[in-house]
């Protein structure tokens, strides 16, 4: 075949060209939109209130991406100025996503919960008030401006979150009511963001500051609450390995590779106390061993449970167990 | 030679649309640098920062380089096919329709309807028009190559080509979306996958309107500013296919060190080392052509202007790939060095190419030498220093930044607050505003050469 033949049939030339881009955007972009890695999802990532999908598309209209990630990378430095780096199931319900390109401001990926609303609203009214030196600009006109709720039901059910229009309502009608309510704790900072005609009602800026608090709020609950919650339903059970011989040697192993250099050759003590005995600094049953192992103890002592999961937790107590009666 | 071209008034009603919207959008650019340091200046809702900055990318990518594509590709699609332009009612139709979709897309912006998606921020009534015009166009290039009188067809045309398929399909995948209203939708894709195919998009919209067409424009108009042919064929062909080919993997050297799966950011990365190649294949061939006549710097005040952008790609091409490194990501990204690498891009190579070839056309067309080769080289050192001033601060800027972000005390805490990093930019960005005047200067000076030219009565 002669290849100069190409450079004199355009129509060819296009459909080859179509041809020699589409490999990357098949390998690249198009075969992982089906693969579990992009899409993943946790039940303890929810959806966008109501409330919260109009904040976030307040967000969306006035550009705040063009100078806010939202994005933590898995760098030391950037988990000790915003918290937990980024995990992919965080997005799922994020159309689109607002990771952003550019941090003019900072990063807002854990902003939810770290300051109290009244913070946000006189941040966004007069950053310089509270800050002299930063460039963000004052956003004034979004609390005196009423938030327009007439294509919330639609907005919602398009971005399938789950419940109904008449939810919708209810969230809108509750939302009013703590905001408006002479108990809200931030309601003196908010009556001096507002205008008095508006103070009745939801403003751009209440949806918005409701937005901010979601961002990054499910994930610390979670990891706060998943030790928590294992812990205390440890608390209520036996090890479901317990007398196990396959648990045990399973125990072992993980043992060796993850408690040894502390607790020594078969827990015989290191820098960790001796485990191959029935006195246990913290505690000796079950569920007190679960918990140390899990959660960790002051003076050193790690928490595993995000590492190793529940059951491989209670492989190791049966491994523990198990040195008990050696040690006797 | 004026009875080969048969479209100079479409031809210079883009030149000129796009010269409109380059003075729009800088004028726009300078506002957003002013205001980096006079927050002040967030005055009213339709100047808002997030707006302004949307209207400013927007403006200069859709408006300003775009327009100057059509013209210039118009203009090289007679010249090289030794053919009228196939439709050239609908190519007047598009011209139209263009400027129209520009101004209700800037209003859109101004207005605060955006999907947030950069450099797809339009809303869906704007996308269906933006692929009419694009179709337009593609009926244009394409039945004008098929009823070419000329044989074989040059590398510019195969660039033009590329252009066309490749704006269409990432334009179109990347702004799939569900509409709620007339002014408000909903990505089709969620999460990481929005943003996996947000940047493959942003990356290779970046090919296909900053890369395919300006290349096009450079190896069409250096040898005919020149009269020197084009150093090696062979070369350009290597360049052009491999380019194609390269371009469409790199998107996530975007995404590195987010939630996206980190093969497809490992796979991006090697990918954007390879483009050093054909990249450096286009600079090499330009270089090449130059060969024993490198007086023509001096002794032609086009030459420059191409050399300096060939060169600014050149450094541009191995910043990016450079970039994509995890670790220089790590430092470098979300700082001002991004944005300095990507107004080397913009500001060096597709303003200095775009620029000179339309001087080129608009004294071709105009039947005469342009109004004035002094001013002309007043415009190439204005935006030469401006560009220069505006990226090496940034530059500058983002390291600093990056190692205040990363700076820890001995105590493992961080040494700066996010403010800290903020309060250490106001010199930076001074310059940079400087950096842009000088720039905007540059084009003012270039927009009423352009201007003067157009004007001038036919010679007898």
């Known amino acids: 075949m002669n290849f100069n033949s190409l450079y004199e049939k355009p129509v060819l030339l296009a459909v080859a060209a179509v041809a020699v881009i589409s490999v990357g955007t098949l390998v690249t972009t198009f075969i992982p939109l089906f693969l579990p890695s992009t899409q993943p999802v946790s039940p303890l990532i929810k959806p966008y209130t109501a409330i919260e999908t109009e904040g976030r598309d307040i967000y969306i209209r006035e550009g705040c991406n063009n100078c806010h990630t939202q994005t933590v990378r898995p760098m030391r430095t950037e988990v000790a100025r915003y918290g937990d780096y980024s995990k992919p199931e965080e997005s799922a319900w994020d159309r689109p996503f607002l990771w952003g390109s550019r941090r003019t401001g900072p990063d807002l990926a854990r902003v939810g919960g770290k300051y109290p609303d009244s913070w946000h609203y006189r941040h966004m009214s007069n950053p310089r008030s509270m800050f002299p030196t930063t460039n963000m600009p004052s956003y004034p006109w979004i609390a005196r401006t009423k938030l327009d709720t007439s294509l919330t039901a639609r907005k919602v059910k398009t971005l399938g979150f789950g419940y109904d229009d008449a939810e919708v309502v209810r969230q809108l009608a509750a939302f009013r009511t703590t905001v408006t309510a002479p108990a809200y704790p931030s309601a003196q900072v908010r009556s001096q963001a507002t205008p008095v005609a508006l103070q009745g009602e939801v403003t751009e800026l209440d949806a918005l500051v409701a937005y901010l608090q979601k961002l990054g709020r499910d994930l610390k609950a979670a990891q706060k609450t998943a030790v928590g919650s294992a812990v205390a339903e440890a608390a209520e059970t036996k090890n479901p390995f317990g007398g196990s011989r396959a648990a045990e040697e399973e125990g072992e192993k993980i043992f060796k590779e993850n408690c040894r250099t502390c607790h020594g050759e078969k827990g015989a003590g290191g820098f960790g106390p001796k485990l191959a005995t029935t006195v246990h600094k913290f505690g000796g049953s079950d569920a007190e061993l679960f918990a140390s192992v899990a959660g960790g103890r002051p003076g050193g002592m790690p928490s595993f449970l995000p590492q190793l999961g529940k059951d491989r937790v209670w492989k190791a107590v049966a491994y523990i167990r198990h040195l008990e009666k050696e040690g006797r | ?460």
Request: aromatic residues 16%; hydrophobic residues 55%.
């Open chain 2, 1 to 460: 030679m004026a009875n080969e071209a048969r479209s100079d008034s479409i031809v210079r009603g883009f030149a000129l649309s796009s010269v409109f919207w380059l003075l729009v959008g800088l004028v726009v650019g300078l506002w957003l640098a002013a205001e980096m340091i006079y927050p002040a200046l967030n005055l009213a809702p339709w100047l808002a920062f997030g707006r302004l900055r949307v209207v400013h990318t927007n403006g200069l990518t859709f408006g300003f380089a775009l327009a100057g594509i059509f013209a210039c590709s118009f203009y090289m699609l007679e010249k090289l096919t030794r053919s009228p332009l196939a439709f050239p009612g609908l190519a007047k139709a598009q011209l139209w329709l263009f400027n129209i979709a520009i101004a209700l897309a800037a209003l859109s912006l101004f207005a605060g309807m955006n999907t947030s998606k950069e450099y797809a921020e339009l809303e869906w009534p704007l996308d269906i028009v933006v692929v009419v015009l694009w179709v337009m166009f593609a009926v244009n290039v394409m039945g004008t190559l098929v009823k070419r009188r000329e044989k074989q067809m040059y590398v510019s045309l195969w660039f033009l080509v590329a252009c066309v398929v490749t704006v269409a399909v990432v334009y179109i995948l990347n702004n799939l979306a569900v509409p709620v209203s007339l002014t408000k939708s909903y990505s089709a894709y969620a999460g990481v996958n929005d943003a996996n195919i947000q940047w493959w998009f942003g990356h290779n919209a970046v090919a296909s309107v900053f890369t395919f067409p300006i290349l096009a424009m450079f190896y069409y108009f250096l040898p005919k500013s020149t009269g020197l042919p084009i150093y090696s064929h062979r070369l350009s062909i290597i360049a052009f296919w491999s380019l194609v080919f390269g371009y469409l993997w790199t998107g996530a050297h975007h995404l590195m060190l987010t939630p996206v799966p980190e093969w497809i950011q490992t796979v991006a990365l090697a990918f954007s080392l390879f483009l050093i190649a054909p990249s450096w294949a286009s600079v090499i061939n330009g270089y090449y052509t130059m060969n024993g006549n490198w007086d023509q710097m001096k002794s032609n005040y086009l030459v420059k202007f191409f050399i300096l952008g060939i060169t600014f790609y050149g450094l541009q091409t191995i910043q990016g790939p450079t970039q994509a490194i995890r670790a220089l990501s790590g430092h470098l990204h979300y700082t001002e060095y991004i944005p300095g690498h990507v107004h080397m891009g913009t500001m060096g190579w597709v303003t200095m190419i775009i620029t000179a070839s339309m001087y080129f056309i608009m004294a071709r067309i105009s039947g005469r030498e342009i109004h004035s080769v002094k001013l002309a080289n007043v415009h190439f050192w204005l935006i030469l220093v401006g560009q220069l001033l505006f990226t090496l601060t940034l530059w500058i800027a983002g390291i600093v930044q990056g190692a205040m972000w990363k700076a820890v005390n001995p105590d493992g805490s961080l040494m700066y607050t996010f403010l800290d990093s903020v309060a250490a930019m106001y010199p930076f960005w001074t310059v940079r505003l400087a950096g842009g005047l000088l720039y905007f200067a540059g084009i003012l000076v270039f927009a009423y050469n352009i201007a003067m030219t157009s004007r001038k009565p036919q010679a007898a």
